[in-house]
């Protein structure tokens, strides 16, 4: 997969994200936000080999680096 493919599925992710949840008021709420996203591929990561979805653990990557740009946009 390329770069900009990659870059597609996470603008695509904030776009979705922005229409559904309500703007990210302040830099402490997003570190939560991303926080929140970066312990689920976490969870994703810990689990065996053998049953660990490597797509599940893409989408979460997805979402944290979304939600790094929607912090960046609505906060700073």
């Known amino acids: 997969m390329t770069t900009e493919a990659i870059i597609h599925e996470v603008s695509e992710e904030l776009d979705r994200a922005e ?14 936000i991303i926080l929140e996203e970066l312990d689920e591929f976490w969870d994703e990561c810990k689990v065996n080999q053998s049953r660990r979805s490597l797509n599940d653990m893409r989408n979460e990557l997805i979402q944290v680096a979304a939600m790094a740009i929607r912090t960046i946009k609505d906060t700073l």
Do not use: D
Request: hydrophobic letters at 20%; proline letters at 14%; glycine letters at 8%.
């Open 19 to 32: 229409s559904q949840f309500p703007k990210i008021n302040t830099p402490h709420e997003g570190y939560a």
